[in-house]
């Protein structure tokens, strides 16, 4: 065990020594030494030099003297002693060990002194049991005591335990002001003293009383709670009629021992309102003490009788009495900051028929508010907050610098950085809660973007029972921080511009830039997301910019390409949290495969700060739910238009009739996809942002602009047919059948001039195998012009003609956009709004199709299946 020391048994005793008398402890150097004996870890610790100093500061918590302590280790570390860092750690774990032996020390029961026969109570164990009750008494108020200094050690700092700050008035009881805390018996009798004697006597004892000294024939009483009205003792040899006077007079030192004790408990982390609240009660005890000082005068005077001293301490009682009730309301309730004002202020208020007590009341508030009033002014004229015990009704929920605020953070600073604390709102500023919250916002934004703020106004705010002498104060303050503000969005940082350039992206309406855009990246975006290069369509979308009309917008660098890992539905429930169990199944991601560039792009947007405020993560992500929305219906147009050139060709063959149902099909698909881009650019997008942007032109502070901008957005979602689940299905349903039909007659185009070469050959058409699952999940078979082509399912299944292919995608085109008529007439005529019904009327077809429909659900050459999926 001894292997691994270094130092001699003497040297080591030594050290010991030192450490022991520097530590205080009661512990004793043979102790330490068998502990360390014994202890098989002594030597095996490699700890660092930083480990064992944290060890020695916690050693020194212990210590009777700290900076003792860590003086000595200093010293010892200077020496460099041997094996001093496995000597601290020993100590550390035996006083520790010490502690909490006696912590878990099982206590041994007392011997019954009650219950059973075997023991029986006599006079002589009532001294033994008055001894144990005052015993358990004084136990139990050191653990109240304990759980008091718990719960004010939470509100310190955490270089509080290294301050070596004194208990003046636990260590020194003698240096209070109030009754010393251990009662004192009458010791003098006033039997056979004349009754003038008696009077000049019970007045000097009054004098000495009334000031918190006890005396020899009025002696105090111990007190339970802290503000519990004090109780005297008053001789019994005092004649009656003096012992009545004296008895009226009490209660004015019952209640500045109230005022004593309650000055004396607060300390350095009470806060600042209870500090001036504090001050201002000493400046009416200086007055008090003037008036004790003249009365004393008189009584060595011999001008001082026991009635003259009733009348002129009877209005200093009605004082300190009130004094007490509102000092008592405050301690009990354990109020602070505006509560302790929310206090006083009530007080005031119902002391209005007493003109006397109100004036004092209305002093305390007064001096009380000021250092309140001081972080207002602070908070409402330069945006910041200077609150250091957590009064103030606002609080900073600051966690990062302003250079490390990324975009996202921006909403989380508007809406959380700054909250409200209700609890600490005085009563009488709740009405200007709102106002002071806005306004030193406003100008700690300013301040953040590096704009020094002047103060305008030069007149300090000051209680006052009329509310109007603070709230014009507020209301000037928050005029100038909500214009400033606002200025510098609209003005110095452009905010107008950001929001057109939001627009001509997101909303498409840069007509130019995102033909040439979607001209350049088709190829790429139609591959698979794991396969799609960004860094290839960050350089496209670059070209692009500088090529179209977007070129002279000065914010195009700003643009970014996004690759979202979901589809529009999910990401629009995503966003906006649904949670019924209706709209769950559109929100899961469920099993499908993998996603195309199509699906999963859009565009982001990179906004600094103060513009971020508007154009926040939210905002951001609205944009793109409705340009994907927009991007996806024009790729879908995009496809139609395509199938209209290979329509083109086909029409110049000899047997152009037979296809004459497929031209019909794509004019209706392409009309309804113009129908659909058409109402949501032209008669939803474009009013209102007319309406956005007529709306900022009256806004007064960047709250409303908040507004007005989630409005627009907002609107835009709802009317664009993206908040309902069962339309945004039903609009995509439709979309994917006219991507399925755009895909089946390109795989048919070859099939097209195969059979017109072969008629121009004079050939018979070989006959051809295909089949719709070849399309996307939808197709047919081609039907040559000269040979009569047929196709013939593969299996020895029936496939359908070119022709009968066709109908099926027109009627599964029919049941989707009869689905969306449906729920939009739904929606129109349950939230009573005719916009909608717009889209209805443009997108109204023939019945002959709907007559096409039943005709052909009844077909029985029909599968199940397809008739389950064409039905309504």
């Not at 009532?126 to 050191?142: F, G, N, R, Y």
Request: aromatic share 10%.
């Amino acid at each position: 065990m001894f292997q691994n020391w270094i130092l001699p048994k003497d040297k080591m005793q030594s050290t010991i020594k030192e450490v022991l008398d520097a530590l205080g402890c009661s512990l004793e150097a043979d102790t330490v030494w068998d502990y360390i004996q014994n202890d098989p870890n002594y030597g095996n610790s490699n700890l660092s030099s930083k480990q064992v100093n944290e060890y020695a500061q916690r050693l020194a918590l212990k210590a009777s003297n700290a900076k003792t302590f860590l003086k000595k280790y200093d010293d010892l570390r200077s020496r460099n002693t041997d094996n001093l860092s496995d000597i601290i750690v020993s100590f550390y774990k035996l006083v520790c060990d010490e502690k909490r032996s006696r912590v878990t020390k099982p206590k041994v029961s007392p011997k019954p002194i009650l219950g059973d026969n075997k023991h029986q109570i006599t006079k002589e164990d009532l001294p033994q049991i008055k001894d144990k009750l005052l015993k358990a008494v004084d136990e139990s108020k050191k653990l109240v005591m304990k759980s008091f200094e718990e719960q004010e050690s939470k509100l310190r700092p955490n270089w509080y335990n290294s301050l070596d700050l004194p208990n003046w008035h636990k260590d020194n009881p003698a240096m209070s002001w109030d009754f010393p805390k251990e009662p004192t018996p009458i010791i003098a009798s006033l039997a056979g003293i004349p009754i003038a004697s008696q009077e000049n006597i019970i007045i000097d004892e009054l004098l000495y009383v009334f000031s918190g000294v006890p005396g020899n024939y009025i002696v105090h009483q111990p007190v339970k709670d802290a503000l519990e009205p004090r109780c005297f003792l008053i001789s019994e040899d005092l004649d009656d009629a003096l012992k009545q006077i004296v008895q009226q007079m009490l209660p004015l030192a019952s209640n500045y021992s109230i005022v004593r004790r309650f000055i004396e408990q607060c300390n350095m982390w009470s806060g600042q309102v209870l500090h001036a609240l504090v001050s201002a009660i000493e400046i009416l005890l200086k007055d008090y003490y003037t008036m004790i000082a003249q009365l004393e005068t008189e009584h060595m005077a011999g001008n001082l009788s026991l009635q003259k001293l009733w009348y002129y301490v009877l209005p200093t009682m009605h004082t300190m009495q009130v004094l007490a009730a509102i000092l008592t309301n405050i301690g009990k309730s354990s109020y602070r900051g505006g509560a302790v004002l929310t206090v006083l202020h009530d007080k005031t208020n119902a002391l209005m028929g007493d003109a006397r007590a109100q004036e004092i009341s209305l002093f305390l508030t007064e001096r009380a508010c000021r250092p309140y009033l001081r972080v207002l002014d602070q908070w409402i004229h330069k945006g910041t907050i200077v609150d250091p015990f957590q009064e103030f009704m606002i609080e900073d929920n600051e966690l990062v610098n302003k250079e490390e605020l990324p975009v996202d953070y921006s909403a989380d600073y508007w809406e959380k950085r700054y909250s409200v604390q209700r609890e600490r709102v005085p009563k009488f500023l709740e009405k200007y809660t709102d106002i002071i919250l806005r306004t030193g916002k406003y100008l700690n934004v300013i301040s953040q973007c590096g704009k020094s703020i002047a103060k305008t106004n030069t007149e300090d705010i000051k209680y006052s029972l009329r509310e109007q002498n603070y709230s014009a104060i507020i209301q000037k303050a928050y005029a100038f921080a909500s214009k400033s503000l606002l200025e510098l969005l609209l003005k110095e940082y452009d905010l107008m511009g950001r929001l057109k350039s939001a627009k001509n992206y997101f909303l498409m309406s840069q007509g130019d830039f995102i033909v040439q855009f979607m001209d350049a990246t088709e190829q790429e975006l139609s591959k698979k997301i794991d396969d799609i290069i960004p860094s290839k369509l960050e350089s496209l979308l670059g070209l692009c910019l500088r090529l179209s009309a977007a070129s002279h917008d000065p914010y195009n660098e700003d643009m970014r390409v996004e690759l979202l890992p979901y589809d529009l539905q999910f990401q629009m429930f995503k966003i906006l949290s649904i949670e019924t169990e209706e709209e769950k199944e559109y929100k899961q991601n469920k099993d499908c495969p993998p996603l195309t560039g199509i699906e999963t792009f859009s565009f982001g947007m990179e906004v600094k700060w103060p513009v971020s405020l508007i154009l926040n993560h939210k905002a951001i992500a609205c944009y793109q739910m409705i340009f994907r929305h927009l991007f996806y219906c024009k790729h879908v147009e995009r496809l139609l238009c395509r199938v209209w050139l290979y329509n083109k060709v086909v029409k110049r063959f000899s047997e152009a009739r037979q296809y004459a149902e497929a031209f019909a099909l794509r004019q209706r698909m392409l009309s309804c996809v113009q129908h659909l881009q058409y109402y949501m650019c032209v008669e939803v997008i474009e009013p209102s942002w007319c309406q956005l942007i007529h709306s900022l032109d009256k806004v007064h502070n960047v709250d409303e602009v908040l507004e007005r901008h989630n409005d627009f957005l907002e609107s835009c979602l709802g009317d664009c047919m993206l908040t309902s689940p069962q339309l945004l299905k039903a609009v995509t349903t439709l979309c994917l059948v006219c991507v399925q039909f755009c895909t089946f007659i390109q795989e048919m185009h070859k099939y097209f001039v195969d059979a017109e070469l072969n008629s121009m050959l004079g050939s018979t058409y070989d006959h051809t195998e295909y089949g719709e699952g070849s399309a996307c999940g939808g197709g047919g078979a081609a039907s040559g012009a000269g040979g009569g082509a047929s196709a013939s399912g593969s299996g020895g299944g029936s496939s359908d003609s070119f022709s009968r292919s066709v109908s099926r995608y027109g009627l599964r085109f029919t049941a989707a956009l009869l689905s969306v008529l449906a729920i939009i007439e739904r929606m129109a005529r349950d939230n009573n709004t005719n916009k909608l019904l717009n889209i209805s009327a443009r997108l109204n077809f023939n019945t002959y199709y709907v007559k096409q429909l039943e005709k052909f659900c009844s077909d029985d050459k029909l599968l199940e299946g397809d008739k389950k999926q064409v039905g309504s």
